[in-house]
Nanobody, 123 residues
């Protein structure tokens, strides 16, 4: 079973940038559609972005389009999320996860989750 460890979160001011990383171990991620998700305080976890196994196709939720960029390095078994022009509403714990099927990733119907990494955007 693959284990995923997220990192790169922190405190940043509005308009700032952060780069999140997600490293997989125990199994290669190269055959998975990978995604980033987030859960804000008091809210349900939501889909943020997804990327195809090859990295050639990406999907974003509307609220982050034009600001966030998802990418992957299959040689390093690592997923990234470059977050620019951050807003206070981006404050959340960010998680990565994946599945061979895009629909499963976009809907977030995944069973095992890591600890996530906290992103806090100050006004």
């Amino acid at each position: 079973q693959v284990q995923l460890v997220e990192s790169g979160g922190g405190l940043v001011q509005t308009g700032g940038s952060l780069r999140l990383s997600c490293v997989g171990s125990g199994r290669t991620l190269s055959s998975y559609v990978m995604g980033w998700f987030r859960q804000a305080p008091g809210k349900e976890r939501e889909f943020v972005a997804a990327i195809s196994p090859s990295g050639g196709t990406t999907h974003y939720t509307n609220s982050v389009k034009g600001r966030f960029i998802i990418s992957r390095d299959n040689a390093k078994n690592t997923l990234y999320l470059q977050m620019n022009s951050l807003k206070p509403e981006d404050t959340a714990v960010y998680y990565c996860n994946g599945d061979p099927v895009l629909r499963v990733v976009v809907t977030g119907h995944l069973e095992v989750w890591g600890q996530g990494t906290l992103v806090t955007v100050s006004a």
